[in-house]
T-cell receptor
Framework: TQLLEQSPQFLSIQEGENLTVYCNSSSVFSSLQWYRQEPGEGPVLLVTVVTGGEVKKLKRLTFQFGDARKDSSLHITAAQTGDTGLYLC??????????FGQGTRLTINP | GAVVSQHPSRVICKSGTSVKIECRSLDFQATTMFWYRQFPKQSLMLMATSNEGSKATYEQGVEKDKFLINHASLTLSTLTVTSAHPEDSSFYICSPQGDRGSYTFGSGTRLTVV
């Protein structure tokens, strides 16, 4: 059972465009993380959100945690080719294991 | 902080042999270790969870006798793939968790069974 639905699973856009990736669940999480993974490497943490309604910005990336702590979004402004990669959301409940979304494979074309 | 070392990064082995993957937490003590498997173009799937000094808890569908996990110290855990088959070829990733509760991942091990 996939508890975190991530969409879209694949996205290919032109450099300079904006995009949003969504992570949705029917369950409440105490925290939600976003990771980026390069081929042949482990995931690298981008951000952790813990408060409902929280918005965090990391340069051109904006992360939002839903008010009910069941969903999250990642918005990239003016995408660059260096943003290409696999983006993963993962939900946590205290010290329990993380639940991962299916991932979004993002390709930014020059 | 939270530096993780996973070795080897790549390994090729023959069918029927065993392969050991090591995961070390270099600057923190990992009370819990998560082991994940990732097939091409897919997300991470949790295989098992281990606590230092205790037996690992395996996820449904993961054979405990095939994937042996040892977590004998707070800085080292190993995953041994026994009697490897080509279908075991995958990307294996460890994730040690310390008392701070943060999630850190190893760099992964690409296993190819020929």
């Amino acid at each position: 059972t996939q508890l975190l639905e991530q969409s879209p699973q694949f996205l290919s856009i032109q450099e300079g465009e904006n995009l949003t990736v969504y992570c949705n669940s029917s369950s409440v999480f105490s925290s939600l993380q976003w990771y980026r993974q390069e081929p042949g490497e482990g995931p690298v943490l981008l951000v952790t959100v813990v408060t409902g309604g929280e918005v965090k910005k990391l340069k051109r990336l904006t992360f939002q945690f839903g008010d009910a702590r069941k969903d999250s979004s990642l918005h990239i402004t003016a995408a660059q080719t260096g943003d290409t990669g696999l983006y993963l959301c993962a939900g946590g409940r205290g010290a329990q294991k993380l639940v991962f979304g299916q991932g979004t494979r993002l390709t930014i074309n020059p | 902080g939270a530096v993780v070392s996973q070795h080897p990064s790549r390994v090729i082995c023959k069918s029927g042999t065993s392969v050991k993957i090591e995961c070390r937490s270099l600057d923190f003590q990992a009370t819990t270790m998560f082991w994940y498997r990732q097939f091409p173009k897919q997300s991470l799937m949790l295989m098992a969870t281990s606590n230092e000094g205790s037996k690992a808890t395996y996820e449904q569908g993961v054979e405990k006798d095939k994937f042996l996990i040892n977590h004998a110290s707070l800085t080292l855990s190993t995953l041994t793939v026994t009697s490897a088959h080509p279908e075991d070829s995958s990307f294996y990733i460890c994730s040690p968790q310390g008392d701070r509760g943060s999630y850190t991942f190893g760099s992964g091990t690409r296993l190819t069974v020929v």
